[in-house]
């Protein structure tokens, strides 16, 4: 079925679309809170978009309702045309914390995206230990959460979110519990397998530096209530390494950015 | 494969004798019967196990399993509940008890003298309750003796004098060895064995004396009891009263009875302990009666006693509180 | 192995300590023996009614376990319910509270009237005393999951059912033994209280039997045991523990 929009100049439809997204959260004894005002925001297929904004703009609350966790007040949330009312299933999501559930080992943590589906686990173990592999825990399939370091738990988390090979990523500030190395890894391995994979991934964070050197595109978001302030397109060819920091683009976009924080606001210079 | 069908046909064959075999001895002829004691063993519980060991029990026809208890105002309890067949019960506890209308009556009197008394260093030469003078005397809220007490310290002129002191019934014995307590409140016969076998010199004030003599241990039943086996009530009326008889002459063959049941128990109080309660057997007032009968005439009093201080509220024939049917053959 | 035999030989060493100073208090004050016997006498009189006190101890520890087992049967899955259902909590947990301020001691005697002198009032009590601890530190466990792990329970299409059965109920099992051990121990308490009050078995008649003799040294070796028995029975249930919650930081090694 082709609708109007692909068949007349072959765009690529908007894999995530959110029209005229409010969120009012209201607490039986305190008045109630507007969290997110009106956001419109469409999503490609494969895009990596990030959403950077400060602390209690908005943005998780966003990605939740994306996730079909939450219901929005107003607005519509489609994603592949379809309206989203419920958890949406098909997508793998990795939150701050890892959430690795203690009595399991690497592997059970990995293949537990299935049985919590009520789907048998067997059909699918190789692939579990491939994708292990493939983020460098190899020799620590049978290790037990507690046995690993922070960033090789988040790992895991990110090897849970991929093994039922979803086609939206949902990340919340993954790496933000992480230390400044261990988080530098992390951004490149997440770069390597977002561009093996081709997955569309929606990353909240609100360090500027990290949307800028993962993202094809940063939306910045006001403090709360939550809308969208600025698109920026990050142009920077990938894959971007290290050195991509050096760029007289990437600083470019990290000043523009820092400029839009002042602006509201954010940053008191 | 061949051992195990030999072996499963002669486990079938063994089984099936037993079974014949237990089905073959006639039913027991004796009755059932349960007795609940009013604390745990101790040396005046002799006479029961003697009269068991001695075949008393059995001749006259009853299978009796003889129960510890936990004091007399449970064991009035659970007799009138039918729990349990026969109980031995304080009577004063038991009179309490039948005034509020629980349906059980006493069938055979036992300690018929009162036991209560109080006991004191035997240096202090108190003869008479009036000797006490300002001293303290523990005693147990809610024991048998605990309203008739005030009352007859009031009675022998030492209110505000003497000082009452509560404690636990355990605690009794420690502080009057201790001399926290000039004196104690219990039960003679019992308190002056276990003293002695602690080196430690000890006379009573019974309350006799001062004019209350309230039978103690009783044998109880149920008014259903003894409305449906009168029989066995009687039987069990006469053995009890024999395995008395038997103990009185033979009191180390009934420590030894008791002895089996409770090897933790202190053999030389225990004996003493026994010794000490045949002397509340036989009052004055039993002289020409058989043993275990009781004196409607006593009765009355004790109901007067208790009237008039607090134990009985509401005054019922003295009828209803015993019944002297059994402790003779006819 | 050598770590082993080396706490072991504390274990003993603290013991022989506390021995030590109790003999010495006795025989400081020249305390009577109906008062504080020494560790000598307290031993004499284990060994000499060790068979009587034998018998006993099965009796006690066989109600023991039966109203540990009983309010961990039912309390368990009463916590379950209270958490899964705002309404049946509001009936629930108001009269629960409330009846746990009774003492259990005051009920006993009552308990002995209505169901004889036998083991039903006994386990009775153990079982009301147990069950407090075990609902609560349930209710605890069950509720103390992170939100967000729900969230991520939910976003793979997991149905409640198998989200309480897979994710909440492991996460709530540390908090649930820990409830346990401390209702093994009132487990212990109950028992010996409705022995106390109406018995002519187990380790809390022979306390009564001991005091009422003044027989103080058999009333500490009767004591000796009961703690022993006690301590086992906590040990059981941390060995339980241990097979049931291996992953869990209180039961692995701490690193150095």
Redesign the interface.
């Known amino acids: 079925m082709q609708d109007a929009k692909s068949v007349a100049g072959r765009e690529r439809t908007a894999f995530i679309e959110l029209s005229g997204i409010s969120k009012t959260f209201s607490a039986r004894d305190r008045k109630s809170t507007l969290a997110v005002d009106g956001v419109d925001l469409q999503i490609g297929t494969s895009e990596f978009v990030s959403l950077l904004g400060p602390s209690g703009c908005g943005k998780s609350t966003l990605l939740s309702m994306i996730a079909g966790l939450i219901q929005p007040t107003a607005g519509e949330v489609r994603i592949d045309g379809k309206p989203i009312m419920a958890p949406y299933t098909n997508a793998g999501i990795v939150f701050q914390s890892d959430l690795l559930l203690d009595w399991r080992t690497v592997i059970g943590n990995v293949l537990i995206q299935f049985e919590m589906r009520g789907l048998k686990t067997e059909p699918h173990r190789e692939r579990a230990r491939a994708l292990v592999r493939s983020v460098g825990l190899g020799d620590f399939e049978q290790k037990f959460p507690w046995e690993l370091s922070g960033g090789m738990r988040q790992r895991v988390a990110i090897c849970r979110a991929l093994i039922h090979d979803p086609p939206l990523l949902l990340m919340d500030e993954p790496f933000g519990a992480l230390d400044a190395l261990t988080r530098a890894q992390l951004q490149i391995d997440l770069q390597t397998i977002w561009q093996t994979t081709r997955k569309t991934v929606v990353f909240v964070t609100h360090s500027i530096e990290e949307a800028v050197f993962l993202s094809d595109r940063v939306i910045v978001m006001t403090p709360r209530p939550g809308r969208i302030r600025d698109t920026i397109h990050i142009n920077l060819p990938r894959p971007r390494g290290l050195d991509v920091r050096a760029h007289p683009a990437f600083t470019e976009v990290l000043h523009c950015v820092n400029h839009l924080f002042q602006d509201m606001g954010v940053i008191r210079a | 494969m061949e051992k195990l069908k030999d072996f499963y046909a002669y486990f079938c064959a063994v089984g099936l004798a037993a079974v014949v075999a237990l089905c073959a001895f006639p039913a027991s002829a004796a009755d059932k019967a349960t007795l609940?004691l009013d604390?745990?063993?101790?040396g005046y519980h002799a006479i029961w196990y003697y009269g068991l060991d001695k075949g008393i029990f059995q001749k006259a026809g009853i299978d009796l399993e003889v129960?510890?208890?936990?004091g007399s105002a449970?064991t009035a309890?659970?007799v009138g509940?039918g729990?349990v067949t026969f109980g031995t019960a304080d009577t004063a506890a038991v009179m309490g008890f039948i005034a509020q209308g629980m349906p059980i009556k006493v069938v055979s009197g036992y300690l018929r003298q009162s036991a209560l008394a109080i006991v004191f260093p035997a240096e202090k030469g108190w003869k008479r309750f009036a000797d006490m003078g300002d001293a303290k005397i523990g005693y147990s809220p809610g024991g048998a003796s605990s309203q008739i007490l005030p009352a007859l310290i009031k009675q022998a002129g030492l209110e505000g004098k003497v000082q009452l002191i509560s404690m636990e019934?355990?605690a009794k014995?420690?502080s009057i060895?201790?001399h926290r307590v000039d004196g104690i409140d219990s039960f003679g016969f019992l308190v002056v064995s276990?003293l002695e076998?602690?080196g430690f010199k000890a006379a009573t004030l019974p309350y006799a004396n001062e004019g209350v003599n309230i039978p103690g241990l009783s044998l109880i039943a149920s008014d259903n009891t003894i409305k449906k086996s009168p029989d066995l009530v009687r039987r069990m009326a006469m053995a009890m009263n024999e395995s008395i008889v038997a103990a009185r002459h033979d009191p180390e063959g009934a420590i030894d009875s008791l002895m089996k049941r409770?090897?933790?128990?202190?053999r030389p109080?225990v004996l003493r302990t026994l010794t000490l309660s045949f002397d509340l057997i036989n009052p004055d007032w039993g002289k020409g009666k058989p043993l275990g009968w009781m004196s409607p005439d006593v009765m009355e009093k004790s109901q007067d006693i208790l009237m008039k201080y607090g134990g009985i509220v509401k005054k019922v024939s003295v009828a209803d509180y015993f019944t002297n049917d059994f402790v003779s053959k006819n | 192995m050598y770590a082993r035999i080396y706490a072991l030989l504390w274990t003993v060493g603290s013991f022989a300590i506390v021995f030590a100073i109790w003999q010495t208090v006795v025989w400081l004050f020249a305390m009577p023996q109906y008062l504080l016997p020494g560790p000598g006498p307290v031993f004499v009189s284990l060994a000499k009614n060790s068979a009587a006190i034998l018998s006993q101890t099965w009796w006690t520890a066989a109600t023991i376990l039966a109203g540990f087992i009983l309010a961990a049967a039912f309390a368990i899955p009463l916590a379950m319910v209270i958490v899964i259902s705002p309404l049946l909590e509001r009936l629930v947990y108001p009269p629960m509270v409330a009846t746990q301020s009774i003492p259990k001691i005051a009920l006993a005697p009552l308990f002995i009237v209505w169901f004889g002198f036998g083991v039903v009032p006994k386990v009775a009590v153990a079982f009301l005393i147990a069950f407090f601890p075990i609902v609560i530190d349930t209710i605890v466990g069950l509720r103390s999951i992170d939100p967000a792990m729900l969230q991520l329970a939910r976003s793979m299409g997991a149905p409640p059912h198998r989200i309480f059965r897979k994710i909440r109920l492991p996460y709530a099992l540390p908090a649930i033994f820990g409830g346990l051990k401390v209702a093994s121990s009132l487990a212990v308490v109950g028992a010996l209280t409705g022995e106390f009050v109406g018995s002519d078995k187990g380790l809390g008649y022979m306390l009564v039997q001991a005091s009422g003799n003044l027989n103080t040294a058999l009333l500490f070796a009767t004591l000796v045991v009961l703690s022993a028995l006690a301590m086992a029975f906590f040990y059981l249930i941390e060995m339980l523990e241990r097979i049931a919650i291996p992953w869990h930081a209180s039961q692995r090694q701490h690193p150095h």
Do not use: C, D, F, Y
């Open positions: 609940r604390w745990v063993n101790s129960l510890e208890g936990k449970v309890q659970t509940n729990s019934p355990a014995m420690t060895l201790t276990i076998g602690q409770s090897p933790t128990l202190n109080v």
